[in-house]
């Protein structure tokens, strides 16, 4: 039997397919899949990592996932369909005060977000293998980013406040809107995460002052 130290993250880039990363007690990072019949467990991809990794697919047999490495420095595997490819460090001499959220963005593109240790929100992405890093959004956030996409050249972000403050930032494909408060005041004690599900459709999940859910949707 295996047991981890972090939270496992999980994707699906296709029917029937399921495929799930964990950090294990030797901080090396874990793979298991489902293929449609039956589960596979662990496959061993190595690293030297802290906190919980998280995985997002941009099409079928691609994975891409990011884990926070103990040096504050964001990395990258990804897997294209034959091979798996460890481990890229993303950005350089840029270190992070939070793991990595990340999302894939129609065919070829995937983003990054990370929280520096200013507290600034900090952005990166990749087009058809080229990286474009760090772009800083002027901010005041504490915790681990989380976000979301809804279609081609649309990306949510959302932030957790030092004022306990639920914040959203939104990329129309040209221009970032930064930054609107969704709660309308309400705070909140942990990191959001978000999700979409359909084009024009996503959802928040947050943990509540009660300590229980919140949900919060967003439909045009």
């Known amino acids: 039997n295996f047991t981890f130290p972090s939270s496992p993250t999980a994707v699906s880039w296709g029917p029937n397919?399921?495929?799930?990363?964990v950090r294990g007690w030797d901080n090396a990072l874990y793979h298991g899949w489902f293929d449609g019949s039956r589960?596979?467990?662990?496959?061993?991809?190595?690293g030297n990592f802290q906190g919980d990794p998280v995985v997002t697919s941009w099409g079928p047999n691609r994975l891409d996932v990011f884990v926070y490495?103990?040096?504050?420095?964001?990395?990258?595997?990804?897997?294209?369909?034959?091979?798996?490819?460890?481990?890229?460090?993303?950005g350089?001499?840029?270190?992070?005060?939070s793991g990595p959220?990340?999302?894939?963005?129609?065919?070829?593109?995937?983003?990054?977000?990370?929280?520096?240790?200013?507290?600034?929100?900090?952005h990166a992405w990749e087009i058809n293998s080229n990286w474009y890093y760090w772009q800083r959004f002027e901010s005041n956030f504490q915790g681990?980013?989380?976000?979301?996409?809804?279609?081609?050249?649309?990306?949510?972000v959302f932030v957790h406040g030092?004022?306990?403050?639920?914040?959203?930032?939104?990329?129309?494909?040209?221009?970032w809107n930064l930054?609107?408060?969704?709660?309308?005041?309400?705070?909140?004690?942990?990191?959001p995460a978000a999700v979409s599900g359909a084009v024009n459709r996503i959802d928040t999940f947050v943990r509540n002052s009660g300590q229980g859910l919140s949900h919060g949707w967003y439909v045009p």
């Not at 030092?162 to 221009?175: A, H, I, K, T």
């Open 39 to 46: 589960w596979y467990f662990w496959q061993n991809l190595g």
């Open 92 to 97: 350089g001499t840029q270190t992070f005060a």
């Open 17 to 21: 397919r399921i495929d799930v990363f």
């Open 179 to 191: 930054w609107a408060d969704l709660g309308n005041g309400v705070t909140f004690p942990s990191n």
């Open 144 to 156: 681990t980013p989380s976000v979301a996409s809804w279609g081609p050249n649309r990306l949510d």
């Open 69 to 90: 490495g103990w040096n504050g420095k964001i990395y990258r595997g990804f897997f294209d369909g034959g091979n798996w490819n460890l481990w890229q460090e993303i």
């Open 162 to 175: 030092w004022n306990g403050l639920l914040y959203q930032g939104s990329f129309n494909g040209s221009s």
């Open 101 to 122: 959220s990340a999302v894939g963005v129609g065919s070829g593109r995937v983003d990054v977000f990370a929280r520096g240790y200013d507290n600034a929100l900090y």
